[in-house]
């Protein structure tokens, strides 16, 4: 099962893909751990790609397709969390999917308003002990999502791939919706 899920941050997206893939035995795709990853390895992308993450920022678009070009040719069921965030990693996306025959099942997106997210995140802050999740690099994350990757979730909808998830909903609840929407998928694809 091949599972692209989207949602801003502190919308519990991770959570619920690592629930996800524990559950249907598929990798974890998640740029975001591998970004973090290499930064703590201080590989060569580690050490390019530090500031751009401490800042929320997002890194370059070239570079994070190579990277999860590696990853989809070697998995057979997955779920994508962290990419697509911009319309051109979407439109590369579709074409690696489409060259490697690996097609999606589903898209869900996860919906919180900007005021839950916001007060998740600085809830989690500290706990985490992440780079980013300074108040200005917060509120760097959630302009970046709502300029570049609404877009990306707009186009999932038109195409009526969309799944939505009422994400300020308990983990459980929401992760029974998710669970709900692809019982619906698979009796959809026969
Ligand atoms: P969050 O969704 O909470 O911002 P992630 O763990 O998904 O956190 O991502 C952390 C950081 O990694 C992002 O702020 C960005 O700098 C970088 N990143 C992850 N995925 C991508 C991507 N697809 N494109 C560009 N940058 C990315």
């Known amino acids: 099962m091949r599972i692209l899920i989207l949602g801003p941050q502190g919308s519990g997206k991770g959570t619920q893909a690592k629930r996800l893939a524990d559950a249907h035995g598929i990798a974890h795709l998640a740029t975001g751990d591998i970004l973090r990853e290499a930064v703590s390895a201080r590989t060569e992308l580690g050490v390019r790609v530090a500031p751009i993450l401490e800042r929320g920022d997002l890194v370059p678009d070239d570079l994070m397709i190579e ?57 989690r802050a500290g706990e985490e002990g992440r780079a980013d999740d300074s108040p200005e690099a917060i509120a760097n994350r959630l302009r970046l999502y709502h300029e570049l990757t609404e877009p990306v979730t707009q186009q999932y909808r038109a195409a009526g791939a969309l799944v939505e998830v009422d994400g300020e909903k308990g983990i459980e609840e929401v992760a029974a919706q998710i669970e709900q929407a692809l019982a619906g998928t698979r009796l959809g694809s026969g």
Do not use: Y
């Open 67 to 123: 990277l999860i070009r590696q990853r989809l040719e070697v998995e057979d069921g997955f779920v994508l969390d962290g990419f697509p965030r911009t319309l051109p990693q979407a439109q590369a996306l579709d074409v690696m999917l489409d060259e490697i025959g690996k097609p999606l099942d589903v898209v869900v997106l996860l919906e919180v308003r900007d005021e839950v997210a916001v007060s998740r995140l600085h809830g």
